[in-house]
């Protein structure tokens, strides 16, 4: 265990960030308030070093946004000023505390990996909001203004003189913000975990499949729901810590978003990440840059399963014992073919890769087995984001009640189905890893596995479908952004012209 404390920012004036026009948000300020204050209760801060935050300037903004944005935000004074900006932005909300708010989270984010890179701290976390990581160039969305890791790393680099970066990023959401921040830049490797379900999800792009085109970019699109915490853990071992051994980066920021975590509020729609899986992917990591895993703040919905996830994450930086984390005999059937085709395609950067391609392609001969086709994908999401466009086009994009609040009911089965995990918890000080044979047993690529990819991924990609068709057809009132009332009001004036169902075999 190290000697040097680990690091946190929490900084209140995050929480003026507050929608004023709109209570129904799921970013809103108690997010950070609770974790800081579950880390608390669990003595996970004492002996910690509270690192200050403090409000970033516009040169450093600047490292990854033009002044236009900057400026956009400051001119935000007035609520009416506020919901007219976000009319052609995609789920954003603001207020007048939203600049200061803003910068405090860049500032401190940036204080934290200057104190982690002067080696005053070994690892830490900047409870953060509002979060980053769907922010890029002069485009804020997805509750995103500026992107704070990204911000953090080029500082790192720019100001700081680090050669190597790499941006772990496990909210459910894809990274797109910082994709399109860093794709062009060698020195910042970058992976986001994230929902993609063919396509048919937020973003609605086949850019963040599997294919990135990119040796420094890993995407590991999530097709199907509830993959778990050992899923998870297993994409680790097979693809993300080879690459970051072959990279080696002397910083890693994690983006850590907790609404993949098990029973978030998408529920059994969302992914099954249990709490101390985000502790045991904070403690790998920290393997990789010992004391100098810097985790950053973005979603996570549910309060019982953020505050829990946080805190597991936390023990997973500090090196505390963790509950056992059960690798699969086999993993999930969508999240197997996602790294079959994650290996098939970065095998030829990476021989570590390639070499694993090559055991299981030998397994899959010595099973007598099919080979594994490669490339076969689809893409459901075409219509939904040429809708997206079209109505940011004509600035009638919803700004308020994007989506239902839970019920009481709902509440309470989140939080039953996550004290049923903890009850569960069986903590070890001391974590095996899983041996080569494990790994690659766990990979068989056979009928089963390809039944299980499809009934995996097919309830949630159809229920989305089906949202849009319905909205196309107007019985629904919004489909997020888009609104009823606004688009009908668009169609009737001739602006906009109306859009066609993703299929028409329902209803029939
Ligand atoms: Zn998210």
């Known amino acids: 265990m190290s000697s040097k404390p680990f690091g946190y920012v929490y900084d209140e004036r995050m929480l003026g960030h507050e929608c004023k026009y709109d209570n129904t948000m ?43 944005l900057i400026d956009e935000i400051v001119s935000l004074n007035s609520t009416e000023k506020c919901e007219e900006y976000c009319k052609d932005k995609e789920i954003l909300w603001t207020c007048e505390n939203t600049n200061e708010a803003a910068r405090v989270a860049i500032g401190g984010s940036i204080e934290l990996v200057k104190a982690a890179l002067e080696n005053k701290i070994h690892n830490g976390f900047a409870i953060v909001r509002p979060p980053g ?48 921040s860093v794709k062009d830049e060698s020195r910042i490797h970058f992976t986001s975990f994230h929902g993609h379900h063919y396509g048919s999800f937020w973003p609605f792009s086949k850019e963040y499949d599997y294919a990135t085109n990119n ?32 990279f080696e980066p002397e ?14 509020i998408m529920m059994e729609f969302g992914q099954g990440v249990k709490a101390h899986g985000y502790g045991h992917m904070a403690r790998l990591l920290d393997q990789i840059c010992p004391g100098k895993t810097i985790a950053i703040l973005e979603g996570g919905y549910h309060p019982y399963n953020y505050t829990e996830s946080a805190s597991m994450m936390v023990r997973g ?27 098939n395609h970065h095998s030829e950067w990476y021989p570590a890769l390639e070499q694993r391609l090559k055991q299981l392609e030998n397994q899959q001969k010595a099973l007598g087995l099919d ?28 700004t308020r009640e994007w989506f239902p609040e839970m019920s009481p009911e709902q509440i309470s089965i989140c939080k039953q189905k996550i004290d049923e995990y903890i009850k569960e918890y ?83």
């Open 317 to 343: 930086l500090l090196n505390h014992p963790l509950p056992r984390l059960t690798i699969p005999t086999r993993m999930s059937g969508s999240l197997l073919e996602t790294l079959w085709n994650i290996l």
């Open 26 to 68: 799921a970013e809103c300020p108690k997010r950070m308030k609770l974790i800081y204050e579950r880390l608390q209760k669990d003595q996970l801060l004492s002996g910690a070093l509270k690192i200050e935050a403090r409000e970033a300037d516009d040169s450093e903004i600047r490292l990854n946004h033009p002044q236009q």
């Open 215 to 246: 040796p420094n970019t890993l995407f590991v699109p999530l097709n199907g729901t509830l993959n778990s915490e050992g899923d998870y853990v297993s994409v680790f071992h097979h693809v993300l810590l080879p690459m970051l051994k072959q």
């Open 371 to 398: 080979p594994f086709v490669f490339n076969q994908t689809l893409f459901l999401g075409a219509k939904m984001r040429v809708m997206y466009d079209d109505v940011k086009k004509n600035r009638i994009v919803r």
């Open 426 to 508: 069986d903590f070890a000080s001391d974590h095996i890893d899983p041996t080569t044979e494990q790994l690659v047993a766990q990979c068989v690529w056979d009928e089963a596995s390809r039944s299980d990819a499809f009934m995996q991924a097919a309830p949630f990609a159809t229920f989305l479908i089906q949202e849009f068709n319905d909205f196309i057809a107007g019985k629904r009132e919004n489909m997020m952004i888009c609104d009823r009332e606004m688009y009908s009001e668009a169609v009737k004036a001739g602006v906009l012209d109306p859009h066609t169902p993703i299929t028409t075999t329902f209803d029939h």
């Open 133 to 180: 990581h769907h922010s890029y160039g002069k485009t804020p969305q997805g509750y995103c203004i500026f992107n704070n890791v990204v911000i953090a790393a080029k500082y790192a680099i720019e100001k700081l003189g680090v050669k190597k970066v790499a941006i772990v990023d496990f909210d459910y959401h894809a990274g797109n913000g910082t994709f399109k």
């Open 251 to 264: 910083l890693i920021l994690i983006s850590a978003g907790f609404d993949a975590g098990y029973y978030d």
